[in-house]
């Protein structure tokens, strides 16, 4: 591949969200059209910028290069990223908006009183942003690697840099309309090159055609106990873990009242679906035409290389460089979501919520997950994130799931049960990659959500059923606050009505 | 490093073809390779002997030492159960925390029995041996009764019967008590009592005494209670009122409206109307910003009429803070400072900015007029309450910003005669106790 492509799609991607996010609101407005509900985000607006926030390396390169691998199993990934939206719409969306709390350690002292329960779920909150920024610098390593050749430290530093510029000089701080901008980004970045595709191999004459009985899927496994816990557990770490993501949580409060952050959810839902059918398709066909490239020990480039091999010439140079600009808005919107995200954690609990506070806190965020990407090297984008939402379902979902609809909840429960989570869920991952390959336990220790999820939910509600006399005094009024609608808004133009 | 895993991957899917799929999604690639593997491990490790050594380091340094004579030893034991005692006396006479008082209280004058009671009910007894049952409420009230109404120390016999109602053996040797009143403001408001088997001269002082000083802490509490209130009625009536002469200027400029354009008038009134809707709540003390912003969309429309294309505004507010809680009313009367003081006494057009941002766990709003501007020395004086001028509104919004989120959070304001005025308001956005 031709590198300049790399170096321009770069170049402007990251130039082009740092402009939208110094200047996009930049807009003077006079009195005339002053009106503040005109100011609050449109539910469109806001599950935009919440698929453009969501759909990270491992959506974009992470699922076609498993499809390449394994074929149509990989198929239950899209569907856990999505439906896990569902869960959020039903169990989560409307009362966080509500309790007014801006982020999950501001819910969890809220909810339980309790400082000890906020440093804890802090730290979880820090660490579950750490392991989710690491496969995106991987990603951006990845690409880089792959367009221009260049070594792998090159890709994830200029990814960390742009972010922590931008975050750290305030120019992502309004951040809704640049990540609905990526959205859109990406969302073109994968439908335009696959159209061309399209019509180049429909079109028979010189293009390249697919083989005649090639088998596009694989016959499916047997189903086996095996298999059927890997998807049962892959599942639950997807649907429950998306429900305690810091990045996507914030953008919830952009919504006027819990109405309208339901109807967000709902949008967001259509949105991800749309984008899903995008990664399959290149998986399919990377598996038809570039067959080589699982053997070749990096599957996820998949999505990068199939436009250059499927359409030569300057068109397909213009759409590689489409495809590398759409996976790196999706590094860069990812990653900046995150930072801004774990910043606030960070400063507010640590170094005492200055602004200044906020810029070292920026830098750090950014910065540990970068020596943890420079030092190791992951194999598959989507099953490391899989790992990352396996760890958040088993720590942080129990403690929302649980606050918000149980009564019963006390900080020791809520303590007891993150700490459990965490120590099983993580003493798994690494044991279960420490394991051999034909080991019986590997399937359990390398997707552990089946069993770690429910043992955090257990201890969670044990413990506080044992510590009954420590729910905390305000709880009631905590609830109502949760679940009771927002009384309406005063009539947004009575003149209109009136006349 | 990362050659060392791509090693690692071709190792596997060098596998026989046939079965490629199957045995990669069986066994997937290790997601973490063996050097990530290694990483985490010596982070661990790390990790958890350094909390070993803080764990032994926070024993060995908090360990007792000896320290001073037996006197000495005495004197910090009786700080200590009196400091223990205070700390539960700070909510006043209230059953849980008089009782926890009282076992410190008690070991303290080494007595049987020690009871509080406030001014109509029993509220803890703490006893040991024969005195160890509580007794009834009324019988305790019965033998209080005098040093209430007196206000005076009372050494009481405790006959047979008497010994009864107690709940006390008769032939326990329990013969006296002890009865001191509790005094805020010179008023009995409770009484603290001992069992003893006689009451010598000293331990009637000694009770004397733990009677006065829990009076003392009672005061404290009086205190503490007092304070808390005149800082809620100061938040009260530092609440803003919407000024009267912004009321005479608006139904002046929308008189001017009536003949010539009664639409507009018309839309005015209504606008008016909402205005005043909005500044004459009675509920709540916080708002969102959103709401806050909508009443200064109303105001600027009213001051419009009168300034008409003088005054210009431009509004640059960051969606994701429209819902931080505010205190009512604290942006209006930083804007009408703005269009009143700067804008009004300069010649030609005037423009004025109002941004929000989001800053992490803050939000920041700003207002900025190209006015007039003024004097910084004689702004500090307004500020600091010796200058009644004309922008008491700032001073409100400053001091009441202060009460409610502490002095980190006043005003800033930068300005200079001729050079506009610039004001910076930060608020957290997380405060779980003010509900809009």
């Given at each position: 591949m031709n590198p300049a492509i790399g170096y321009a799609a770069l170049i402007v991607v990251s130039v082009v969200t740092a402009v939208i996010g110094f200047y996009g609101l930049r807009v003077s407005r006079t009195t005339s059209d002053f009106y503040v509900a005109s100011r609050t985000v449109k539910p469109w607006w806001n599950a935009s910028a919440i698929g453009g926030e969501y759909l990270s390396a491992a959506s974009f390169l992470g699922i076609a290069g498993l499809i390449v691998i394994s074929g149509i199993d990989a198929l239950w990934f899209p569907i856990g990223y999505t439906a896990g939206y569902l869960m959020l719409l039903f169990f989560v969306a409307a009362p966080l908006r509500r309790s007014g709390a801006y982020t999950i350690p501001d819910f969890a002292e809220a909810r339980l009183e309790s400082s000890t329960a906020r440093y804890v779920t802090s730290i979880?909150?820090?660490?579950?942003?750490?392991?989710?920024?690491?496969?995106?610098?991987?990603?951006?390593?990845?690409?880089?690697?792959?367009?221009?050749?260049?070594?792998?430290?090159?890709?994830?530093?200029?990814?960390?840099?742009?972010?922590?510029?931008?975050?750290?000089?305030?120019?992502?701080?309004?951040?809704?309309?640049?990540?609905?901008?990526?959205?859109?980004?990406?969302?073109?970045?994968?439908?335009?090159?696959?159209?061309?595709?399209?019509?180049?191999?429909?079109?028979?004459?010189?293009?390249?055609?697919?083989?005649?009985?090639?088998?596009?899927?694989?016959?499916?496994?047997?189903?086996?106990?095996?298999?059927?816990?890997?998807?049962?557990?892959?599942?639950?770490?997807?649907?429950?873990?998306?429900?305690?993501?810091?990045?996507?949580?914030?953008?919830?409060?952009?919504?006027?009242?819990?109405?309208?952050?339901?109807?967000?959810?709902?949008?967001?839902?259509?949105?991800?679906?749309?984008?899903?059918?995008?990664p399959t398709i290149y998986g399919v066909l990377g598996r038809v035409f570039l067959p080589s490239l699982a053997e070749g020990g990096s599957p996820d480039a998949t999505v990068?290389?199939?436009?250059?091999?499927?359409?030569?010439?300057?068109?397909?140079?213009?759409?590689?460089?489409?495809?590398?600009?759409?996976?790196?808005?999706?590094?860069?919107?990812?990653?900046?979501?995150?930072?801004?995200?774990?910043?606030?954690?960070?400063?507010?609990?640590?170094?005492?919520?200055?602004?200044?506070?906020?810029?070292?806190?920026?830098?750090?965020?950014?910065?540990?997950?970068?020596?943890?990407?420079?030092?190791?090297?992951?194999?598959?984008?989507?099953?490391?994130?899989?790992?990352?939402?396996?760890?958040?379902?088993?720590?942080?979902?129990?403690?929302?799931?649980?606050?918000?609809?149980?009564?019963?909840?006390t900080d020791a429960g809520a303590v007891a049960g993150m700490l459990t989570g965490a120590v099983l869920c993580g003493a798994a991952i690494l044991a279960g990659s420490r394991m051999g390959m034909d080991s019986p336990w590997r399937d359990v220790l390398t997707q552990p959500a089946a069993w770690t999820v429910p043992a955090a939910f257990i201890v969670t509600i044990v413990v506080s059923k044992a510590t009954k006399h420590r729910r905390s005094a305000s709880l009631s009024r905590f609830m109502t606050k949760l679940h009771v609608p927002e009384r309406p808004l005063a009539q947004e133009n009575p003149r209109s009505q009136a006349s | 490093m990362s050659t060392l895993g791509l090693a690692a991957v071709n190792g596997i899917v060098g596998a026989p073809n046939g079965d490629l799929a199957a045995i990669l999604y069986s066994m997937p690639t290790p997601l973490l390779s063996e050097s990530t593997l290694l990483l985490i491990t010596a982070i661990a490790v790390?990790?958890?002997?350094?909390?070993?050594?803080?764990?032994?380091?926070?024993?060995?340094?908090?360990?007792?030492?000896?320290?001073?004579?037996?006197?000495?030893?005495?004197?910090?034991?009786?700080?200590?159960?009196?400091?223990?005692?205070?700390?539960?006396?700070?909510?006043?006479?209230?059953?849980?925390?008089?009782?926890?008082?009282?076992?410190?209280?008690?070991?303290?004058?080494?007595?049987?029995?020690?009871?509080?009671?406030?001014?109509?009910?029993?509220?803890?007894?703490?006893?040991?041996?024969?005195?160890?049952?509580?007794?009834?409420?009324?019988?305790?009230?019965?033998?209080?009764?005098?040093?209430?109404?007196?206000?005076?120390?009372?050494?009481?016999?405790?006959?047979?019967?008497?010994?009864?109602?107690?709940?006390?053996?008769?032939?326990?040797?329990?013969?006296?008590?002890?009865?001191?009143?509790?005094?805020?403001?010179?008023?009995?408001?409770?009484?603290?009592?001992?069992?003893?088997k006689s009451p010598t001269a000293g331990l009637v002082r000694a009770t004397n005494e733990v009677a006065a000083w829990v009076s003392a802490q009672l005061e404290l509490v009086e205190l503490s209670a007092s304070r808390t209130l005149l800082a809620e009625a100061e938040v009260r009536a530092l609440r803003a009122q919407i000024s009267p002469h912004f009321i005479y200027n608006s139904l002046n400029a929308i008189a001017s409206f009536i003949n010539t354009d009664p639409q507009r008038a018309r839309d005015l009134v209504v606008e008016f109307a909402d205005f005043t809707r909005y500044s004459f709540r009675r509920h709540g003390d916080f708002t969102t910003l959103a709401e806050e912003l909508r009443c200064i969309d109303r105001y600027l429309l009213l001051e419009n009429a009168r300034f008409g294309d003088r005054l210009?505004?431009?509004?640059?507010?960051?969606?994701?803070?429209?819902?931080?809680?505010?205190?009512?009313?604290?942006?209006?009367?930083?804007?009408?400072?703005?269009?009143?003081?700067g804008l009004e006494a300069k010649v030609g057009k005037g423009l004025v900015q109002i941004s929000a941002r989001d800053l992490g766990a803050y939000t920041e709003v700003t207002i900025e007029d190209d006015g007039v501007g003024m004097d910084p020395e004689q702004l500090r004086l307004v500020l600091a309450g010796r200058h009644d001028g004309t922008h008491v509104g700032l001073r409100n919004v400053d001091s009441r910003l202060r009460q409610v989120y502490g002095d980190d959070h006043g005003l800033t304001i930068d300005t200079g005669v001729g050079h506009g005025m610039l004001i910076t308001m930060t608020v957290p956005k997380n405060q779980p106790g003010n509900d809009a």
């Open positions: 979880l909150v820090v660490i579950v942003g750490w392991f989710y920024i690491v496969p995106q610098l991987h990603g951006a390593a990845l690409t880089i690697r792959t367009t221009t050749g260049l070594p792998s430290w090159v890709g994830a530093g200029a990814v960390v840099l742009v972010v922590v510029l931008t975050v750290v000089t305030g120019g992502m701080r309004s951040i809704t309309f640049v990540q609905a901008f990526q959205y859109w980004l990406k969302l073109t970045a994968l439908a335009v090159p696959i159209i061309f595709i399209l019509l180049t191999l429909s079109g028979g004459g010189s293009g390249p055609i697919i083989p005649a009985g090639t088998e596009l899927f694989p016959p499916p496994e047997a189903i086996d106990g095996g298999s059927t816990y890997r998807t049962l557990s892959l599942l639950i770490a997807l649907l429950f873990g998306t429900l305690g993501l810091p990045h996507v949580l914030v953008r919830f409060y952009t919504n006027p009242d819990g109405a309208a952050a339901r109807r967000t959810t709902l949008i967001v839902l259509g949105l991800l679906s749309i984008f899903y059918i995008f990068l290389l199939l436009p250059g091999a499927l359409i030569g010439g300057l068109g397909g140079d213009l759409l590689s460089a489409l495809v590398v600009a759409g996976a790196f808005a999706a590094f860069l919107s990812t990653t900046s979501g995150l930072v801004v995200s774990l910043a606030g954690v960070i400063s507010q609990d640590l170094l005492g919520g200055s602004v200044r506070g906020f810029r070292l806190a920026a830098v750090l965020a950014a910065v540990v997950p970068f020596g943890f990407a420079m030092m190791t090297d992951s194999l598959a984008l989507a099953g490391s994130v899989g790992l990352v939402f396996a760890f958040t379902a088993s720590t942080i979902c129990p403690l929302l799931l649980l606050g918000i609809w149980w009564r019963g909840l | 790390v990790v958890a002997a350094a909390a070993v050594v803080a764990a032994v380091g926070f024993r060995l340094s908090s360990s007792h030492r000896e320290l001073g004579t037996e006197a000495e030893h005495a004197t910090f034991a009786a700080l200590h159960s009196a400091a223990a005692a205070g700390e539960q006396l700070r909510d006043g006479l209230e059953p849980a925390g008089a009782l926890k008082a009282s076992k410190q209280l008690r070991t303290l004058l080494n007595c049987a029995a020690f009871a509080m009671t406030d001014d109509a009910a029993l509220l803890a007894w703490d006893g040991t041996g024969a005195a160890a049952r509580q007794p009834e409420s009324d019988v305790v009230m019965g033998i209080v009764a005098r040093a209430l109404s007196n206000g005076r120390t009372q050494v009481a016999n405790l006959d047979q019967p008497l010994r009864k109602a107690l709940g006390l053996a008769p032939d326990s040797d329990l013969k006296a008590a002890v009865i001191c009143p509790l005094k805020v403001d010179s008023r009995a408001v409770g009484c603290v009592m001992i069992l003893s210009q505004v431009s509004l640059q507010i960051a969606p994701e803070v429209l819902s931080t809680v505010i205190p009512f009313l604290s942006l209006q009367p930083l804007v009408e400072n703005a269009v009143r003081h």
